[in-house]
């Protein structure tokens, strides 16, 4: 059975500096990898995600995230966050059987400080 | 907005009660998925339907069932609440993709919050 491991519950972080929010997947089978981003009082949006090609892949809000297979890691990273990044983040595997449930990490909640 | 829909936005219900929870999906989209989210648990899969028909269970109780309906949208039900039925429940769709049961991508509801009391 897959699972997905945030290594941290909570990361604070000043305006302007970089973060990254680790996650760890465990899977007998290839996986498919996603980040999804909650705001206070909203719902799940999906911020990036692993499909095939390239290991590295970026979203229109200048997250990325690097798969790699041999320490079956999915890393998120900024390099320099703003307030409004403010919010939790949830790692997320599917191992593409029939079916295509999503097993979500427990979350990283993203403080940003002024 | 992802252009998935969910009613109730809030529900306090007490407990023993049976309540529905509705979603639609996005347009053109045949699969949609329940999930649960509450503090112990973080979020959890419950069920998924693709195209009216069940493709696959997750940690769902017996309490709890689900339909699709001709026109897409989906109904979770749950009965004999308890006080740990109280979580936020997300309804989810992803694009057709006949072989798989959906694509790999899902987008996500706004979420209905339960108040079992």
């Known amino acids: 059975a897959q699972s997905v491991t945030q290594l941290d519950s909570q990361v604070p972080v000043f305006e302007e500096a970089p973060v990254e929010l680790r996650c760890n997947y465990s899977s007998s089978v290839s996986v498919y990898l996603f980040w999804y981003v909650q705001y206070p009082n909203q719902g799940l949006q999906l911020l990036l995600k692993y499909l095939s090609g390239s290991t590295l892949v970026e979203s229109i809000n200048g997250f990325e995230a690097e798969f790699n297979k041999s320490q079956t890691s999915f890393h998120l990273r900024k390099p320099s966050v703003h307030i409004s990044d403010t919010a939790e983040y949830f790692c997320?595997?599917?191992?593409?059987?029939?079916?295509?449930?999503?097993?979500f990490g427990g979350g990283t909640r993203v403080l940003v400080k002024p | 907005d992802s252009g998935v829909t969910q009613t109730p936005k809030h529900l306090i219900t007490a407990t023993g009660q049976r309540v529905t929870l509705r979603c639609s999906p996005r347009?053109?989209?045949?699969?949609v998925y329940w999930y649960q989210q509450s503090l112990d648990q973080g979020l959890q899969f419950l069920i998924q339907y693709y195209n009216g028909e069940e493709r696959a269970k997750g940690n769902i109780l017996e309490r709890f069932s689900a339909q699709q309906f001709p026109d897409l949208h989906s109904e979770l039900n749950l009965s004999s609440l308890e006080l740990g039925d109280s979580a936020l429940y997300f309804c989810a769709s992803s694009p057709p993709n006949r072989d798989r049961g959906g694509s790999y991508e899902q987008y996500f509801g706004p979420g209905t919050r339960l108040t079992v009391t």
């Open positions: 347009s053109g989209d045949l699969s």
């Open positions: 997320a595997v599917s191992e593409g059987a029939a079916g295509n449930k999503l097993t």
